[in-house]
Every structure is written in C-alpha cells, then in structure tokens.
C-alpha cells in the first residue's frame, strides 16, 4: 500500500509540475513581451515541460507495473489509454512550441532588436492554451480510474 501511495505521489507531482511550467509559458507569451530574455527563459521553461512529460509518462508506468491494481487490471481498461492518448496529444502539440522557440531563438541572434509578430505570439499563445484545456480531462479520467470505472 505504502508503494501505491508514493507511486501516485510522484505522479500527481509530475502532473502538477507539467500544470506549473505549461501556465509559466502562457504567462511569458504575450505580445510585447517577449524579449531575448524572455525568450531565453521560455526555452528553459519548455525543457521542462519535456521533462515533466517524461516524468508523468515514467512514474505513469511505474504505476502500473508495480501499483496495487496491477497490469492486469489496468492494462485493459479503457480509461487508462484515454490518459495516454490525451498526454500523448499534449506532447504532440508542444513539439510546434518547441519548434517556434527554437526559430525564434536564431533569428533573435542576427537582430538584438528582434521580436516574434503578434500573429506568431498569438498562435503559440493558442496552442499552449488548446493543451491547457487538454490537460484538465486527464485529472478527470484519473479519478474514474482510480475509482474503479472503466
């Protein structure tokens, strides 16, 4: 039991952890904000992201290989592949974000007056708000789960 319990432990952490660095993100993207330091810690806040993803994914597994309902049980149930489908959709969608800050960071370089348009502000702005609204349904399902549904 005592596993259980810190197994879901780190992973609630992992999963708030992705809830804290994902809304530090949207927070720095605004237009007329963003400027070389900013942008340098918007790529250091999307490190993170990727890395509380790899942590949710890592302590998710953990979970089910060595948590009190078992492989068995989890691995059939169809709430469990809903998580994962939805936070595999989330990390699909920050691999645009990851993408934008890298090109902005080289442009960034050859102009020290450099800033991203509003539009390219606005649609990084739109795809980090889209996974924020993704990521409430995961809390959801994981109730359920735990719960014994599905």
Same mark, same amino acid.
């Given at each position: 039991?005592?596993?259980?319990? #810190? $197994?879901?432990?780190?992973? &609630?952490? %992992?999963? *708030?952890? /992705?809830?804290?660095?994902?809304? +530090?993100?949207?927070?720095?993207?605004?237009?007329?904000?963003?400027?070389?330091?900013?942008?340098?810690?918007?790529?250091?806040?999307?490190?993170?992201?990727?890395?509380?993803?790899?942590?949710?994914?890592?302590?998710?597994?953990?979970?089910?290989?060595?948590?009190?309902?078992?492989?068995?049980? #989890? $691995?059939?149930?169809?709430? &469990?592949? %809903?998580? *994962?489908? /939805?936070?595999?959709?989330?990390? +699909?969608?920050?691999?645009?974000?990851?993408?934008?800050?890298?090109?902005?960071?080289?442009?960034?370089?050859?102009?020290?007056?450099?800033?991203?348009?509003?539009?390219?502000?606005?649609?990084?702005?739109?795809?980090?708000?889209?996974?924020?609204?993704?990521?409430?349904?995961?809390?959801?399902?994981?109730?359920?789960?735990?719960?014994?549904?599905?």
């Amino acid at each position: 039991m005592l596993t259980d319990a #810190l $197994l879901l432990y780190v992973h &609630l952490s %992992a999963m *708030i952890g /992705l809830v804290v660095f994902l809304t +530090a993100k949207t927070s720095l993207t605004r237009v007329g904000g963003i400027d070389a330091m900013v942008l340098a810690r918007l790529r250091r806040l999307d490190a993170w992201v990727w890395f509380s993803f790899a942590a949710v994914l890592a302590s998710g597994v953990a979970l089910v290989v060595w948590g009190v309902k078992g492989p068995q049980w #989890l $691995l059939h149930n169809p709430l &469990l592949w %809903a998580k *994962i489908v /939805l936070l595999a959709l989330m990390a +699909a969608m920050s691999l645009p974000s990851a993408r934008r800050l890298r090109q902005w960071s080289q442009r960034a370089v050859h102009g020290a007056a450099w800033a991203p348009d509003a539009a390219e502000i606005a649609r990084e702005r739109r795809w980090l708000m889209a996974q924020s609204h993704i990521m409430v349904i995961i809390p959801l399902l994981a109730t359920l789960l735990s719960h014994g549904f599905g």
